[in-house]
């Protein structure tokens, strides 16, 4: 064993899987077995593995400048291209872009810029921030902070307090609404929870809430129909920005760019990685109204800097290889596509559905999960994530690459580029690890009689 300390993962059970190589939506370990991944590596290999035009775009970009910072008033064409397609693409007026390396340093800075912003316009005590149970927005102090997931807080002593960061319930209708309670309802409560939130915070102490579009992490929760129309409300009533996480989402996975066109998002903020290089290079982006970038342009100038960057923020062969990805995604059609294989895709998951495991299947384009129950009838879940981790070594041992995640869900996510008959094979190798999961549980006698 090597002396890593591994991320994400159960550090007494390590080094368990060693991938050397990858090809298309193949990856291969160190004796030469093949895996479709089916989670595109972590939500972010929409192209799959050796591109060709990637890779000689990355070895271009090195041969003429491989690296050059950004600070204090230098900068580099690749930088600057990526930041204008990327304002020209989002939806968000006269945008403005900070380059990063991961989706936590661009929710980190994020939660910077909002203090930065309020702060030089005189509402220094407009700085909490409203996030969701089940979500996941990163590791870093801020990011791990604003995400709703336990097993992410467990020992870190976090500072949510001292950040400002306040909790409201998740979108998921399926695990949390109550006896009896429609999808209308539900939406209903979760925008009066919402409300008196801010109501008893105070509106003028709360400057965003976030959402992803689809949570991931938290198990690929869909939300019903009407659900942002209903949360958008409540922020435009007391005047709270919508910050939208589409490190997941973004660049087609839900079928569309962005998570928000999917899903009728109308954000001011979001913040953007994963499959904006689709992972061939650390890559990430705030993105915030022009009116906030204007706002700090002054007061830096008072003190002499704008005091926050990193060293690899803007890198010239991350931001190069990025716009070469966009530029595929664009001309290929890959989000159209997506939207179109999307369809077979959910269609074949939906199969499924009658699983005596299966509690529910969810998902939209590119993005799906299961999640697996005890007792089918009353969606009664598992006492622990075990089960759902046992089918997801049993879909590895079937050459299949799935995700157990936020309880016993089985996450899907396969790069874009996978073919009708690569997702038959994704779904035959996953009805064979249920089956195995099945004989499994009723063997252990876990399944509600």
Not at 6 to 27: D, F, H, M
Not at 92 to 109: H, Q
Not at 402 to 412: D, K, Q, S
Request: charged letters at 20%; proline letters at 5%; hydrophobic letters at 40%.
């Amino acid at each position: 064993m090597t002396h890593m300390i591994y991320p994400t993962t159960n550090l007494a059970a390590v080094e368990q899987l060693v991938i050397e190589r990858g090809e298309g939506v193949y990856v291969y370990d160190n004796r030469g077995k093949r895996y479709l991944e089916g989670m595109s590596g972590l939500w972010c290999t929409a192209l799959g593995y050796g591109n060709e035009e990637v890779i000689e775009t990355a070895e271009r970009q090195m041969r003429t400048l491989a690296y050059s910072h950004l600070f204090g008033g230098k900068t580099h064409p690749a930088a600057m291209q990526l930041a204008d397609e990327l304002a020209e693409m989002v939806p968000i007026d006269n945008a403005s872009v900070f380059l990063g390396n991961s989706g936590s340093d661009a929710n980190d800075t994020q939660v910077k810029l909002l203090r930065y912003y309020f702060n030089v316009i005189g509402k220094p005590e407009k700085h909490k921030i409203i996030a969701r149970e089940r979500a996941y927005h990163g590791v870093t102090v801020a990011a791990a902070s604003l995400t709703g997931l336990p097993p992410n807080h467990a020992h870190f002593s976090l500072p949510f307090e001292a950040l400002g960061v306040l909790r409201t319930g998740s979108a998921h209708y399926y695990r949390d609404a109550q006896p009896g309670e429609s999808e209308a309802e539900f939406v209903s409560r979760r925008a009066q929870e919402l409300e008196a939130l801010i109501l008893a915070e105070g509106p003028d102490t709360i400057a965003a809430f976030l959402a992803e579009p689809i949570s991931g992490a938290g198990g690929v929760i869909v939300p019903p129909a009407g659900y942002y129309a209903a949360i958008q409300a409540v922020l435009d009533k007391y005047d709270i920005l919508f910050w939208d996480d589409e490190v997941i989402c973004g660049f087609g996975r839900t079928g569309a760019d962005f998570g928000a066109t999917s899903l009728n998002m109308r954000p001011q903020m979001m913040s953007l990685a994963k499959a904006l290089s689709s992972a061939y290079l650390p890559v990430s982006a705030a993105v915030v109204p022009g009116y906030m970038h204007e706002a700090m342009i002054q007061p830096s100038a008072e003190v002499g800097i704008f005091g926050h960057g990193y060293t690899y923020g803007g890198h010239p062969v991350a931001c190069a290889v990025a716009s070469k990805v966009l530029e595929i995604y664009r001309r290929d059609r890959l989000f159209e596509r997506a939207a179109e294989l999307g369809e077979y895709f959910q269609a074949r998951l939906r199969e499924f559905a009658d699983h005596p495991l299966v509690g529910q299947v969810r998902g939209m384009g590119m993005i799906a999960a299961l999640e697996l129950v005890a007792d089918k009838a009353s969606g009664q879940p598992f006492g622990d994530n075990a089960v759902g981790g046992y089918c997801a070594r049993r879909a590895q041992e079937h050459g299949l690459i799935v995700r157990a995640m936020g309880g016993n869900n089985i996450a899907l996510c396969p790069p874009l580029v996978i073919t009708r008959e690569q997702v038959d094979e994704l779904v035959d190798s996953l009805g064979r690890a249920l089956d195995d999961t099945l004989a499994y549980v009723s063997a252990e006698g876990l399944l509600v009689a």
